[in-house]
């Protein structure tokens, strides 16, 4: 079952483009702060500002692509960051985290869809972040067809250079996170992200309970 730690705890939105989870981030925080429980809410890449401008140049297009190692390599940058300045003087202090991605999305994304094998990101993140993980990762679940056509739906602006690959590289990313969730499922659940926000926050909402708040009274 989930180990609860002696810091708060910290938690993670994860899926494929159009799944919610910046939605479900924020239905989330609103009903932890209505049970008393204040939540630090951020994002990855970002959350710190050297993150928010690695975000910048990772997300603009305005890089040619140099590669998913580079790319890698960047994200991981951002993240040590991110731990480093937000995530871990929250949680030191009591504060409960929840992050919309961390590390689970370069497994996916460069790991799963773009081909640089999971030793290799592993050894990463274990060189940088050693054992920090996660208390609890949500992994929001959707056919790509619809996830891409809910974020085609929020506009051309907010189409950035990761969701204009095709449709296979989607398929790949959806089960690299099925994978993940496979492999630590102490850690991780999966949710169903059709329906509306409302439904799919019921889900995450029962998932918290059971794993967390049970175990913090
Ligand atoms: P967003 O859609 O959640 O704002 O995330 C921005 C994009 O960055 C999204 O297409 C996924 C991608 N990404 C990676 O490729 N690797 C990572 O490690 C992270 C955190 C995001």
Known sequence: MTRVPQRAPFITFEGGEGAGKTTQT?????????IGIACVVTREP??????????????????????????A???L???VD????????????????????????TFAYQGAAGGVPRATLAGLHHLVLGDFRPDLTLILDLPPEIGLARAGARGQ?????????????????????????????????????????EDVAARAWRIVEARLLSKVG
């Not at 924020?26 to 209505?34: G, M, P, S, T």
């Not at 398929?171 to 102490?186: K, M």
């Open 26 to 34: 924020r239905l989330l925080a609103d009903r932890l702060a209505a």
């Open 157 to 197: 602006s907010a189409v950035d250079r990761f969701e204009s690959r095709e449709l296979a590289y989607h398929e790949a990313l959806r089960q690299g996170f099925l994978a993940i969730a496979a492999e630590e499922p102490q850690r991780c659940a999966v949710i169903e992200a059709s329906g509306s926000p």
């Open 77 to 79: 940058a951002a993240r």
């Open 82 to 105: 991110h731990v480093a300045e937000t995530i871990m003087p929250a949680l030191e202090a009591g504060q409960w985290v929840i992050s919309d991605r961390f590390a689970d999305s």
């Open 46 to 71: 970002g959350g710190s500002p050297f993150a928010e401008e690695v975000r910048a140049l990772l997300l603009s297009g305005h890089l040619p692509p140099r590669g998913p190692m580079a790319e």
């Open 73 to 75: 390599l960047l994200f």
